[in-house]
């Protein structure tokens, strides 16, 4: 099944040439995969010249790191995130990548592709390695202050990612909290587990920790943005900076040799725990696929991005959304 | 100098037995520590019998994992924590040690011993163990909602604890927050960087993520307690995490053989991410040293407790607080 994604050239740290890079891997790998790629012609052009399923749509600049994301959506509505989000918007490409601010990319998904009816805010969809399989963080870092209701969203679009997505069965779904009995915490977080709770459509087991992060208690955490973006760094900065000190350690001839050997396996746990695994992460609730791809992406962290919006347009991840919250509001 | 310290015997999975013994190994490490034993003295009072430097304090039971702290230590002010709370309160103790229920640690330091002029909220100081030294997170999770002010207070606790406890000198602090920018965030976190940053008593670094746990980027990460023990927990969960990966992949006889030989770097890396170390965390702001210890604490985390209560006790740490707090007010 083909999937048009529009591609933001100029977002990213280096942008456009990691950018332009990573698209020609990712049509190259896919053959049903088409490319919009949103930037200066005269910058990126020349690259993907004669290159079948990418074309060009021309844009103005990026959006500066330093300004407010809303203000320079709206301030700007030729700056390339905003017209990749409206090629969404028009139905002329059905997903939406940026590494570029990713504020902006928010606010440009939000206001200019629109949530979904019965969204009242989208929320993003970071994925954690499990111990025995991939675990959904919804929210990821998109909203600051999150109403119970909103969290009870979140657990369906979390839940809808889990299913169509990533294709867990049966998807399972926690709140995050501090302590481990379910009511504990202060009125709202009482209140989302009483709204939680009480649906039958859900698989709710409850609290999890910030511990249970990577031991797949349950396939779904469900969060305020705040308290998920802390959760999500804080994995990766521990896995990262665990790795670091086993090398600092590896010294003398026994442990050196040691890590010789054992490489391969720290390895494979250190790609395991990478949040580049996939690339980004999906915004959930808007009218069209958005994939957040991180600032700092590689050709391959693009091409992975791009992939993986391609498997939210293959799912119909909003279609499958709406089915759900259609069934919420009934 | 003299430190006494009053410790329920009834607090924590194993206890009283692990309590008693980890008393009993820190009044042989040290000779000016005096431990008031609060518990049963039937429980309790044959394994103390004739122990220099340790009397047993009789009280009630203790306080169950499922009780709603604050209302059970107003209901049962005869229970172990309410008695030790009220040694410390009554100058018959300098601090307070328990590995039970923390909810109910928390409701009787604040509510007995009570709170230091000038401190709004008392706080939860944990020790992370950050690449280059210690790293103090506060509040670790005895707050869930925390104002501007209550974030400035929390920074100068912080502060107050990793200069005069912990040896670091001309501490720096940051605030926990999402994104890099400082003034980034909600409302509230806009005031509380505008308030820590206009404070000439702090040394101020701006906004520090969950990522920067680890990484020594500051010595004090300044947080609300729900973010605050989302960001703990999840440091702990991912150390652990990672080398039980580590372990599970090394089997074949290469891996193997380099795991056994990288064992003792291995090991050292875990224990330093351990949040043993410490034996568990100051609550700071009281009229009187209390140390939350964990509830799953083994002899030699109790016995670490009441070490590290002693050290706060040394360091004069209420006074010291008193100091800057009286400093912060005038």
Known sequence: MPARIAVDALGGDDAPASVVRGVLDAVAADPDLEVLLVGDPELIGDAVAGVPRVRVAASGGRVAQEADPVEAVRADPGC????AARLVRDGEADALVSAGHSGATLAAAVLLVGRQAGVSRPALAAVLPGATGPTVLVDAGANLDTSARQ?????????AFAEDVLGLREATCGLLA??????KGDQRMKEAHALIAADPALRYRGSVEGRDALTSAVD??????????????????????AFRRVRAEAT??????????LRPALRRVRDDLDPDTYGGAHLLGCRGVAVIAHGAARPHGIARACRYAAEGVRADLPGRIAARIGALGA
């Open 220 to 241: 779904v955490i469900v969060s305020d943005g705040f308290a998920g973006n802390v959760l999500l760094k804080a994995c990766e900065g521990t896995a990262r900076e």
């Open 252 to 261: 003398g001839p026994r442990a050196a040799l040691g890590g010789i050997l």
């Open 151 to 159: 969290l009870h969203e979140f657990a369906h679009l979390g839940c």
């Open 80 to 83: 390339s995130i905003g017209v």
């Open 178 to 183: 501090i302590g481990e009995e379910p009511g």
